[in-house]
Nanobody, 122 residues
């Protein structure tokens, strides 16, 4: 089973940018569809973006379309989330997740990282 580790979170001002990374040591990374989720304080965890195992298809929550870009480098066993034009409402713990489904529904992600905090100040 793939293990996931996020990095790249931190404190940024509104309008700024951050890039999150998710690494998965081992040779199975390229088999999995991957996604990013986030959970703000007192709220449910929500889907942010997803990418198929090959990287050929990406999809986004409406709240981040045009601002966030998901990508992956299977040779490096790493997935990324480039976050631009950050807003205070983007503040949350961000989790990467993996799924064996081809184009998974949010409930089909079954391997999770520990999360990384992103805080956007106004």
């Amino acid at each position: 089973q793939v293990q996931l580790e996020e990095s790249g979170g931190g404190l940024e001002q509104a309008g700024g940018s951050l890039r999150l990374s998710c690494t998965a040591p081992g040779r199975t990374f390229s088999r999995f569809a991957m996604g990013w989720f986030r959970q703000a304080p007192g709220k449910e965890r929500k889907f942010v973006a997803g990418i198929t195992s090959s990287g050929g298809k990406t999809y986004y929550a409406d709240s981040v379309k045009g601002r966030f870009t998901i990508s992956r480098d299977n040779a490096k066993n790493t997935m990324y989330l480039q976050m631009n034009s950050l807003k205070p409402e983007d503040t949350a713990v961000y989790y990467c997740a993996a799924s064996s489904a081809i184009i998974p529904e949010p409930y089909e992600y079954d391997v999770w990282g520990q999360g990384t905090q992103v805080t956007v100040s106004s």
